[in-house]
């Protein structure tokens, strides 16, 4: 989700019969009729269909028409069913990107157990050029993407400062494990990108991003 979708969802939920009916779908072991959670929370079924139709826009839950493993084929309408889109949504201000990490480290240990560290490094820096090709592929621009990542890029001059560490909690733990894995992310995806006037740097400042990237020196 970007973090627009992020904050939608996060509007969608503020209603507490909607949340409910949300948890309610996400804990079924099984695609949900809008009968079954009318009848599960006491709703009528038009009022529950609102909200879960409402959850679908969302994005928090997807939705298609299936027929009940108890009912015989052609027999009766095919119900509607809801279910959990994705693997939930999760907010934080300033915006955070831990799954990343998580799954780089993961990658990196399945990669290489006895040198984590060095594989992890590797996996960082490509998965910040597959980003970065996107970007350069798809003509997009690079600091309106880092700003959907959640580096609150600010650009002054020929300088792009990043205001937020999406890696805050894990890098007051680990500073130099995921200060160096950041910097090598942003470092492939600065190159694949294509933006060569750029380099990023670490330059930890304190409530900001370890990284900053600066305009490349005139030789």
């Known amino acids: 989700m970007s973090t627009g979708e992020r904050w939608n969802a996060m509007a969608a939920l503020v209603d507490r019969s909607r949340r409910a009916l949300y948890d309610y779908v ?12 009318a009848e599960a929370h006491g709703m009528s079924r038009n009022l529950t269909a609102f909200h879960l139709d409402k959850l679908v826009e969302s994005g928090l839950l997807r939705t298609r028409y299936e027929t009940p493993a108890d009912q015989p084929r052609g027999r009766g309408r095919t119900p509607k069913v809801y279910e959990a889109a994705g693997d939930g949504v999760a907010i934080t201000v300033p915006e955070r990107r831990y799954e990343l990490i998580a799954e780089i480290l993961a990658d990196a240990v399945a990669d290489d157990p006895h040198d984590a560290p060095e594989a992890a490094r590797r996996h960082a820096r490509q998965r910040g050029r597959d980003i970065g090709a996107r970007v350069r592929d798809a003509g997009e621009d690079l600091v309106a993407v880092l700003a959907g990542l959640g580096f609150e890029p600010e650009t002054l001059g020929d300088q792009v400062l990043l ?11 680990q500073t130099a494990l995921v200060c160096g894995l950041n910097h090598a992310f942003l470092t492939g995806m600065v190159d694949a990108a294509g933006r060569a006037d750029l380099l990023p740097r670490l330059a930890p400042r304190p409530g900001a991003c370890c990284v900053r990237l600066d305009a490349v020196p005139e030789r």
């Open 26 to 37: 996400c804990r079924a072991d099984h695609p949900v009729t809008r009968e079954e959670a």
């Open 163 to 173: 205001r937020n560490c999406p890696f805050h909690a894990l890098a007051s733990r």
